[in-house]
């Protein structure tokens, strides 16, 4: 069994917490294989977005797979 996530929200710390943070603690108290789509082009500039970066790879080293 399996899940996909659209996690079409911009990675960031809100009050102390990563907002992502939620996903990656119910993913942990859950057995079943996590696939979050991540939409990291969409916003403005050309450069690489080094929040996107560490975020994604939280979700990596959580074991949540990631398409985007």
Same mark, same amino acid.
């Given at each position: 069994?399996?899940?996909?996530?659209?996690? %079409?929200? %911009?990675?960031?710390?809100? *009050? #102390? !917490?990563?907002?992502?943070?939620?996903?990656?603690? $119910?993913?942990?108290?859950?057995?079943?294989? !996590?696939?979050?789509? !991540?939409?990291? *082009?969409? #916003?403005?500039?050309? $450069?690489?977005?080094? *929040?996107?970066?560490?975020?994604? $790879?939280?979700?990596?080293?959580?074991?949540?797979?990631?398409?985007?």
């Amino acid at each position: 069994m399996s899940t996909i996530i659209p996690l %079409y929200l %911009y990675p960031e710390v809100i *009050n #102390g !917490v990563h907002n992502w943070e939620p996903l990656i603690n $119910a993913y942990k108290n859950n057995s079943i294989k !996590v696939w979050a789509i !991540v939409n990291q *082009n969409s #916003g403005p500039g050309s $450069a690489v977005d080094t *929040n996107y970066q560490t975020a994604i $790879a939280k979700l990596k080293t959580a074991g949540i797979n990631t398409l985007g």
